[in-house]
C-alpha cells in the first residue's frame, strides 16, 4: 500500500514538472525559429540547444543543431555567438565522455576567444574551459597539453580573481 502512495505521489509532482519542461524546451524552439535577424536567431539557438541538451533522450537531436548553430553563427560574423556555439559543443561532448570531440570544440572556442574581442564573461568561461580542455586532454593520456592549459587557464582567470576555478586548475595539474 505504502508504494502505491508514493507512486501516486510521484505522478502527482513530477508529471505536471516533466510536462512543463517540455512546455519551455518547446517555447524556446518556437521562440529560435521566430527570431528575426541572424543574430538573434543564432542566440535564440543557443539558448534552445543549452536547453535541450539536458533532455538526454535527445542525443540525435542535439547533433544535427550543433551543425545548424554552427552554421548560424559563422554567417552572423559574430564571434562572441561563435565562441559560445563551440563553448556548448565542447562542454556538451564533455559530459557524454567525448573528449576527442570535446578537445575539438574547445579548441575552436580556445582560437576564437584568443584571437577576437571577446565580452568580460566570455573570457572568463574561456578560462573555466581551459580547465575543461586540460581534463580532456589528462583523459586522452597527453599530459603536456593538460598541463599548459591549465596553466593559461590560471593566467586567464587571475585577471578576474576566480580563486575557486584558479584552485581547481591548481588541483587538477
Given at each position: 500500500?505504502?508504494?502505491i502512495?508514493?507512486?501516486?505521489c510521484?505522478?502527482i509532482?513530477?508529471?505536471p514538472?516533466?510536462?512543463g519542461?517540455e512546455n519551455?524546451?518547446?517555447?524556446?524552439r518556437?521562440?529560435?525559429?521566430s527570431?528575426q535577424?541572424?543574430s538573434?536567431?543564432?542566440w535564440?539557438?543557443?539558448?534552445?540547444l543549452?536547453?535541450?541538451i539536458?533532455?538526454?533522450k535527445?542525443?540525435?537531436?542535439?547533433?544535427?543543431?550543433?551543425?545548424?548553430?554552427?552554421?548560424?553563427?559563422?554567417?552572423?560574423?559574430?564571434?562572441?555567438l561563435?565562441f559560445w556555439?563551440f563553448?556548448l559543443?565542447?562542454?556538451?561532448?564533455?559530459?557524454?565522455f567525448q573528449?576527442?570531440?570535446?578537445i575539438?570544440?574547445?579548441?575552436?572556442a580556445?582560437?576564437?576567444?584568443?584571437?577576437?574581442?571577446?565580452?568580460?564573461?566570455?573570457?572568463?568561461e574561456a578560462?573555466?574551459?581551459?580547465?575543461t580542455?586540460?581534463?580532456?586532454?589528462?583523459?586522452?593520456?597527453?599530459?603536456?597539453n593538460?598541463?599548459r592549459?591549465y596553466?593559461?587557464?590560471?593566467?586567464?582567470l587571475?585577471?578576474?580573481?576566480d580563486s575557486?576555478?584558479?584552485?581547481l586548475a591548481?588541483l587538477?595539474?
Open positions: 500500500m505504502r508504494n502512495s508514493i507512486t501516486i510521484l505522478f509532482f513530477l508529471l514538472a516533466a510536462a519542461q519551455y524546451t518547446d517555447n524556446l518556437k521562440a529560435y525559429l527570431a535577424g541572424d538573434a536567431k543564432a535564440n539557438h543557443i539558448i534552445y543549452s536547453e535541450l539536458l533532455d538526454s535527445a542525443d540525435k537531436q542535439v547533433a544535427g543543431e550543433f551543425l545548424k548553430l554552427h552554421e548560424e553563427t559563422a554567417k552572423t560574423g559574430i564571434p562572441s561563435l556555439s563553448y559543443e565542447g562542454y556538451h561532448a564533455y559530459s557524454r573528449y576527442m570531440s570535446s575539438i570544440a574547445l579548441e575552436k580556445k582560437l576564437i576567444a584568443e584571437k577576437q574581442r571577446l565580452s568580460a564573461s566570455a573570457r572568463e578560462g573555466r574551459a581551459l580547465i580542455l586540460g581534463l580532456d586532454y589528462s583523459a586522452t593520456n597527453d599530459p603536456d593538460a598541463h592549459n596553466q593559461q587557464a590560471i593566467r586567464v587571475q585577471e578576474f580573481n575557486l576555478n584558479i584552485t591548481y587538477d595539474m
